[in-house]
């Protein structure tokens, strides 16, 4: 049987609940295991173990959440082991330099030459939050 949840926020909190018992890389928890944790064996069948999974996809925009949100550390090394919470800052850093892949050196580069047009031509203005007043002097 399938478990049903009233809402994103809910499948959020199942997915963290789950993760919290997966801390480090020697404990990560299979991507199908992981669906079939938080939505029920037949959510993850053989037949319909692909990206095109809806419970899937729910497990990983839950991820993404919590990961923005949250902040949680949250680290899948396309390895086959899945995912898992960084217990150590090298298990963090490893995961940053597999996700990012050979973005990294763009977004280093770019983050160097960031500061450089700082000092050229000033910081660059950020914005304001929605709801909040700029107060002129």
Not at 23 to 31: D, E
Not at 72 to 90: P, Q, V
Request: aromatic letters at 10%; a neutral charge; proline letters at 4%.
């Amino acid at each position: 049987m399938i478990k049903n949840y009233r809402s994103g926020h809910d499948v959020q909190v199942a997915v963290e609940e789950a993760l919290n018992f997966h801390r480090g890389r020697k404990m990560a928890i299979n991507r199908w295991d992981l669906v079939r944790k938080i939505f029920g064996d037949e959510a993850a069948t053989e037949e319909n173990q692909n990206d095109e999974n809806p419970f899937d996809r729910r497990v990983r925009d839950a991820i993404e959440v919590l990961r923005f949100e949250k902040k949680l550390h949250i680290c899948n090394m396309g390895d086959g082991k899945s995912y898992f919470i960084a217990a150590t800052r090298e298990e963090w850093e490893a995961f940053k330099t597999y996700y990012l892949g050979p973005q990294t050196k763009k977004y280093m580069t770019v983050k160097i030459l960031d500061e450089k047009a700082d000092e050229y031509w000033g910081p660059v203005m950020k914005p304001v939050p929605q709801g909040q007043t700029v107060m002129q002097l």
